[in-house]
């Protein structure tokens, strides 16, 4: 079974822009969180989707956003880029409803650089 | 907010021998449960082992295994026979029974020594 998959890997953008990831999860998950990872702030979660609703949103601005669609698939997009939003970006999925009994799987991630 | 610490940045340990991995946590919460996750230099976060806090018994999974104090809100990680493979970020999280929201400490860079 393919695990999750993230597009792209590697983006480079400037300020002010914007940018949407993608995230393919485990066939089969209904779950997705998103995660930002940097070396400062270390891993911190920005929100969860099941069946295309967002059910738990991280302490993050209204810049970053996203959504789910009826495949699992989810999208995270980042509107007016700044620098300090270059990061590593990591999905993960599981399977059910109860997340708190799930494993998560992770992707690979998507590198983010804002110049 | 629940808080999660990994106190080493960095550990090193001898091939075939044993490391131990810290971790404390802080929550007011009486169920939960406890993570640790590996993160080799691919980047792709791998789950090593979880723990539920109403088990009393220390999760084991093979070479893996953790030391669970409760009370003192301590969650600390054992690698016995250390291989080279072991060599990567460890994270220790931390995920309520009741919320979806993990919260992960800083990491502890582990290096196997040949």
């Known amino acids: 079974k393919a695990g999750v998959t993230q597009t792209p890997r590697y983006l480079i953008k400037t300020r002010g822009q914007q940018v949407t990831l993608s995230c393919s999860p485990i066939?089969?998950?209904?779950?997705v969180s998103w995660y930002q990872q940097t070396p400062g702030q270390g891993l911190q979660f920005l929100f969860e989707?099941?069946?295309?609703?967002?059910?738990n949103k991280g302490n993050f601005p209204g810049r970053f956003s996203g959504r789910q669609f009826s495949n699992s698939r989810s999208e995270m997009n980042v509107s007016t880029l700044e620098l300090g939003d270059s990061a590593l970006y990591l999905c993960?999925?599981?399977?059910?409803?109860?997340?708190?009994?799930?494993?998560?799987?992770f992707g690979p991630g998507t590198r983010l650089t804002v110049l | 907010a629940q808080t999660v610490t990994q106190s080493q940045p960095e550990m090193s340990v001898q091939e075939a021998e044993t490391v131990t991995l810290s971790c404390t946590y802080d929550?007011?919460?009486?169920?939960?449960?406890l993570f640790w996750y590996k993160q080799p230099p691919s980047r792709q976060m791998i789950l090593v082992i979880r723990?539920?806090?109403?088990?009393?018994q220390n999760a084991t999974e093979n070479r893996f295994s953790v030391n669970f104090q409760k009370a003192a809100k301590s969650f600390s990680l054992k690698i016995s026979d250390s291989q080279l493979g072991d060599a990567a970020m460890y994270f220790c999280?931390?995920?309520?029974?009741?919320?979806?929201?993990?919260?992960f400490g800083t990491g502890t860079s582990l290096t196997v020594i040949p």
């Open positions: 993960a999925s599981s399977l059910s409803a109860s997340l708190s009994t799930d494993t998560q799987y």
């Open positions: 066939s089969g998950h209904r779950s």
């Open positions: 989707y099941f069946s295309e609703t967002q059910r």
């Open positions: 929550t007011s919460e009486s169920d939960y449960y």
């Open positions: 723990q539920e806090a109403y088990k009393q």
């Open positions: 999280a931390y995920r309520s029974a009741t919320g979806n929201q993990f919260y």
